[in-house]
């Protein structure tokens, strides 16, 4: 089987596997193996375990629509991040979600600094007044 997973910032994971398994707290555990029959879920926040060969990977998943049908599974989520274990995938998940906050505050401070710098030339410059 094949499975693709992408985000807003494009392809995360594209492989063949021998197993999948999705986890999603409203949804539950279910495996989609070879020649399933064809399905659509979503995933609220939950993981995907795959494995291939030997190997086990697990990504996270944060809200998100699964499809199989014709043994391609397309995961099209609005956060991922691939892990060795699912503690690893939902730690690096985390630290990345917190920077990006992190990034979002200091942008909302240095936009509210400009709006205020702006709103004071326009005062000294009188535009606006009749």
Do not use: C, W
């Amino acid at each position: 089987m094949n499975i693709v997973i992408v985000t807003p910032d494009g392809e995360l994971y594209n492989e063949e596997v021998a197993s999948v398994i999705i986890s999603s707290q409203n949804n539950g555990d279910y495996e989609i193996l070879k020649d399933h029959l064809p399905i659509v879920s979503t995933i609220d926040t939950g993981y995907v375990k795959l494995e291939q060969d030997k190997m086990i990977f697990y990504v996270v998943i944060i809200n998100g629509v699964v499809e199989q049908m014709n043994n391609k599974i397309t995961v099209i989520a609005q956060d991922a991040f691939i892990g060795e274990s699912k503690e690893t995938a939902f730690e690096n998940l985390n630290a990345i979600r917190n920077a990006r906050t992190e990034e979002n505050k200091k942008r909302n401070i240095e936009l509210e600094l400009a709006e205020k710098e702006l709103k004071r030339q326009i005062k000294m410059t009188g535009a606006g007044q009749l």
